[in-house]
């Protein structure tokens, strides 16, 4: 693990964003800055830190653990569905298939949690039964295990702007994706969620819920974007839940819920400004982003010194 005085010092020069001139014009995401180079998406994971669908700062070392974990999951799940991922020539960079996106995003979720405004937690709180379509029992838990996991899909929100919810229903009845097309998103999903799910048990993580993101790649339902990492899922540690369950205690999260609660208690959801992240929180944050990493890969993480954009642009000018 890199040690606190290190993440510190980084924080000034974490990657915000990259400007590559010659690999053409830029398109932005929340967290990526993308490139398209002849039939090839080439994808640079920044240090941005996105909650609530809005970057609230940057983060050292965040943007490497995503890639890389991601790298790690799409060889670990290509025989579940084909993945969009070709390379990747820098701990930041991946380069993939450029893929059609469709666009919806398929969450599953394992656990009646969460506190974002898309979350089943929030609506069930409110007294609400039926929820992205799902009818839920009654008398559940904050935090407690669902029946079978479910697939809560939602609208696929660029930068600077919210997912809404979706149904099953809506998906199909409004021509969003083709009803054969949109089970085949869904048998992958779930197959996805199990296999992530049993290896995340594993290294003693319980995989509460993840999201998603399918395109089209010659005609074929391709997995994109990025694939059980602290962005996209949330994980709680394994041999303490059913404990602080007991208890009446919030689980032992290790992924960026914890960021969420902190805004959360500061009066924030999404809606205007955000607080200032403090130090300390933007510490804490990264040594979560690593700690998942090394428990999740059974690898120690690489560490490299910041800042980092002469290195990303050498690493793609010998590649592509």
Not at 220 to 238: G, K, N, V, Y
Request: hydrophobic content about 35%; some cysteine; aromatic content about 10%.
């Amino acid at each position: 693990m890199i040690n606190d005085e290190k993440i510190i010092k980084s924080i000034p020069l974490a990657l915000k964003s990259i400007d590559i001139p010659e690999l053409g014009e830029k398109k932005q995401g929340k967290v990526r800055d993308i490139y398209f180079k002849d039939d090839k998406r080439i994808l640079i994971t920044t240090d941005r830190q996105s909650a609530f669908d809005v970057i609230l700062g940057h983060i050292p070392f965040k943007g490497a653990v995503l890639n890389q974990l991601s790298q790690f999951w799409f060889e670990q799940t290509k025989q579940i569905v084909e993945n969009h991922y070709i390379s990747a020539p820098d701990p930041n960079v991946m380069v993939t298939k450029n893929c059609q996106g469709i666009a919806v995003e398929i969450v599953v979720r394992g656990y009646l949690t969460g506190v974002t405004n898309t979350s089943i937690w929030y609506s069930y709180e409110k007294g609400d039964r039926v929820i992205y379509g799902i009818r839920f029992p009654d008398d559940m838990k904050k935090n407690q295990k669902l029946p079978q996991p479910v697939i809560t899909p939602t609208t696929h929100g660029e930068a600077g702007t919210h997912d809404e919810r979706l149904t099953r229903q809506q998906i199909i009845d409004k021509g969003i994706v083709k009803h054969d097309l949109y089970e085949l998103m869904e048998q992958a999903a779930f197959a996805l969620f199990e296999f992530g799910s049993q290896l995340c048990l594993k290294q003693g993580l319980i995989l509460v819920d993840t999201k998603y993101e399918f395109g089209l790649h010659n005609g074929q339902l391709t997995l994109m974007d990025e694939i059980h990492t602290p962005d996209s899922s949330r994980f709680w540690i394994a041999n303490t839940y059913e404990e602080k369950i007991k208890r009446g205690e919030e689980p032992e999260n290790f992924d960026k819920e914890f960021l969420r609660l902190w805004y959360v208690e500061h009066g924030y959801r999404g809606d205007g400004p955000p607080p200032k992240m403090p130090d300390d929180l933007n510490l804490a944050v990264a040594k979560r982003y690593i700690g998942v990493y090394e428990k999740i890969t059974g690898t120690e993480f690489p560490e490299f010194t910041y800042p980092i954009e002469k290195r990303i642009s050498e690493n793609l000018k010998k590649s592509i």
